[in-house]
């Protein structure tokens, strides 16, 4: 009966420190992706001026134009 209780009480004490410890890890995580998102977006208001609109595309890297290939009438064939 004693060895019970104190087994229990081990169990106990070893669940309540790894729920504990995984609650200040995710407080922890949560904070830090909070922190990231702020200073995102304080660098991203500094870099752009109210009303800026960018527009950013795929350049060529070659001088060589393209061959979109030929544009072919269509025919009906009886």
Do not use: C
């Not at 229990?8 to 729920?19: E, G």
């Amino acid at each position: 009966m004693f060895f019970r209780n104190l087994l229990l009480l081990l169990v106990a004490y070893l669940l309540w420190r790894f729920i504990s410890k995984a609650w200040r890890f995710r407080k922890l995580v949560i904070n830090q992706r909070d922190e990231f998102l702020n200073q995102t977006r304080a660098a991203e208001k500094q870099t752009r001026q109210e009303g800026e609109i960018n527009i950013t595309g795929k350049q060529k890297s070659d001088g060589k134009p393209s061959d979109d290939g030929t544009y072919v009438d269509f025919e009906e064939v009886d």
